[in-house]
């Protein structure tokens, strides 16, 4: 397949989940990729999975300075880049009682603040035409108990996702959000709940599933490849939900 040949992607938050699938995909349809990840061991892990030819960068998402560095590096490397997928996140839920300033900032930072930053830190090296996919969450559309925080920070980087189009589509360059629902993905294990508990959380995301069950990362990513592609290049400022009917039935 070479729906991505040619291009140069870079995928952030690539060493699990959705994003090492995506990073799979991408390579799959013949894209140069690169991935972001905080931990060198699970950077390398990846790179074991993908293959010498991806490109294999630390950076913390919340880390303001660390989004300007790494378009640099990025510069270095590549003559352009044509796909930004900005899938780092901060997953944390809880109660609105247990949060305290710091925590708040630090998912804000990771969700909202770095994706922003790290946009206009790459608007040189984008090019024209260039797709930039934020990744959302269905979270952002429903009134989930616990998720106050981290759906704030989705419902912000899905309004960069039209507002930033509305400001660069001159320049060729689509944004659109991608918002995962309930994802089979190792996310739910960083919860640090007992295994009993983590399995009760799991019924209960299910049970708000119209279709019956969680999503897989492989949907996720062939959506991304789609939004990365030029079969999308009509699709601009608006929402992929990609989420079993949870934002809509």
Not at 69 to 88: K, S
Request: charged share 15%; hydrophobic share 45%.
């Amino acid at each position: 397949m070479s729906r991505l040949q040619d291009k140069y992607a870079l995928i952030t938050g690539g060493t699990s989940g959705i994003g090492l699938e995506t990073a799979r995909q991408f390579l799959a349809e013949g894209a140069t990729v690169a991935i972001t990840g905080r931990s060198e061991s699970a950077l390398a892990a990846a790179g074991l999975e993908l293959g010498d030819s991806v490109l294999l960068l630390q950076s913390d998402a919340g880390d303001i300075a660390g989004q300007r560095a790494l378009a640099e590096r990025i510069a270095q490397q590549w003559p352009r880049l044509d796909v930004l997928y900005a899938n780092a996140g901060d997953v944390t839920h809880r109660p609105l009682q247990d949060w305290d300033e710091a925590a708040y900032d630090r998912l804000m930072g990771i969700n909202l603040k770095g994706p922003f930053f790290l946009v206009q830190s790459l608007l040189p090296l984008l090019a024209n035409p260039s797709s930039v996919i934020l990744c959302g969450s269905v979270s952002a559309h429903i009134g989930l108990p616990q998720s106050s925080a981290y759906a704030a920070s989705k419902a912000g980087l899905l309004s960069l996702a039209r507002t930033l189009s509305g400001e660069l589509w001159s320049r060729g360059i689509r944004v659109n959000g991608l918002s995962p629902g309930p994802t089979e993905t190792p996310a739910l294990g960083k919860l640090g709940l007992p295994p009993q508990q983590e399995e009760a959380l799991r019924g209960q995301i299910k049970d708000l599933v119209p279709i019956g069950r969680m999503g897989t990362p492989w949907e996720l990513a062939m959506a991304a490849v789609f939004l990365a592609s030029d079969e999308s290049s009509f699709v601009v400022g608006t929402e992929l939900q990609v989420d079993g009917g949870v934002g809509n039935l």
